[in-house]
C-alpha cells in the first residue's frame, strides 16, 4: 500500500468484553462484536489483552485469531507472560503498548527511547515467529526514530493529546498537535516504517487525521461501541468506514 492509497480501519472489541465482564457469563460475546464488524467492512481486529485481564481474557484472543478471518492485532504489555501467549497465539501482529494498573485507558505511548534494551528482545523474539511488531507511541520524533532503530516494523501514533484539545476547542492546540502527528507520521514513512494511529477517534474528528497520507491504519475502539449502542454496530463501522475514505480524497465533513 503507498501512501496515496486507503487506509484501513482496525475496530477494538475490547469493550464488547468489558460489558460481558460487568455482570459475568458470556455475553455480549466480543467474538460475535469481530465477527460483525468484519462483515461491515473492518479491516482488522484489535483486543488488548491486559495484566489484570479487566476486558479481554485469555480465551478471546484464541477463539478471536480462530474465529474471525480478519488479521488479529494483539495489544499487549512487554512482559514474559504476555510474550508467552502472543508466541502460543500466533497473530497477525503484535501492538506493543505501556500499562498501567490504576490507569481507566492507555494514558501515553511507550517511551521507546529509554527502553530500547528491553524493548528491542520482544521485538526480536515476536519477529523471528513472523508476527508483525507495531510500539505504541507519543507523535514526536525522537520516539519514531527509537522505534526504527530497534526494528519495528510498524509504529501506532497516539491520538489522545489530539483528541483531548479538539474536545476543548483550542485551535491553536489542534493546530500544534495535528502538526506534531503529521511530522512523525512522515518521518516514520521516510524511515521505513508503517504508520498506524488511534486512542479517541470519533466521527467528529477522525477525518483530519485520516487524511494524513502516510497512515496507513486507524485502530478504533471505545467510540464505535459505545455509538453501537444508539445506531448499531454495523452502522458504526461503516460510518467511520467512509469518513475515513472521505478523508482520503478530500471529501472532508
Excluded at 88 to 110: I, S
Excluded at 120 to 134: E, H, N
Excluded at 176 to 204: N, P
Amino acid at each position: 500500500m503507498t501512501a496515496e492509497e486507503g487506509c484501513r480501519l482496525g475496530v477494538n472489541i475490547d469493550h464488547v468484553a468489558t460489558l460481558r465482564n460487568a455482570r459475568g457469563g458470556s455475553l455480549p460475546d466480543p467474538v460475535r462484536a469481530a465477527q460483525l464488524a468484519m462483515l461491515a467492512g473492518a479491516d482488522g481486529i484489535t483486543a488488548h489483552l491486559r495484566e489484570d485481564r479487566r476486558h479481554i481474557i485469555d480465551t478471546d484472543m484464541y477463539r478471536l485469531k480462530e474465529e474471525v478471518d480478519l488479521p488479529l492485532n494483539f495489544e499487549m504489555a512487554a512482559t514474559e507472560e504476555m510474550l508467552a501467549i502472543a508466541l502460543d497465539v500466533m497473530p497477525h501482529a503484535v501492538c506493543l503498548v505501556p500499562e498501567n494498573r490504576a490507569e481507566r485507558t492507555t494514558e501515553g505511548g511507550l517511551d521507546v527511547a529509554s527502553l530500547k534494551q528491553t524493548l528491542s528482545s520482544f521485538v526480536d523474539r515476536l519477529s523471528s515467529a513472523g508476527i508483525r511488531v507495531s510500539l505504541f507511541i507519543d507523535p514526536e520524533i525522537s520516539q519514531v526514530q527509537a522505534a526504527q532503530d530497534i526494528g519495528a516494523a510498524v509504529v501506532e501514533l497516539h491520538t489522545g493529546t489530539y483528541h483531548e484539545v479538539v474536545l476543548a476547542t483550542r485551535p491553536d492546540l489542534i493546530k500544534q498537535e495535528h502538526a506534531k502527528i503529521q511530522a512523525s507520521a512522515e518521518e516514520g514513512d521516510r524511515l521505513g516504517l508503517e504508520i498506524h494511529a488511534g486512542h479517541g477517534l470519533t466521527f467528529d474528528n477522525v477525518q483530519p487525521i485520516a487524511g494524513i497520507k502516510q497512515i496507513r491504519e486507524l485502530n478504533i475502539g471505545h467510540f464505535l461501541i459505545g455509538e453501537a449502542v444508539f445506531m448499531g454496530l454495523d452502522r458504526s463501522v461503516r460510518e467511520m468506514k467512509r469518513l475515513i475514505a472521505d478523508a482520503r480524497t478530500g471529501m472532508l465533513v
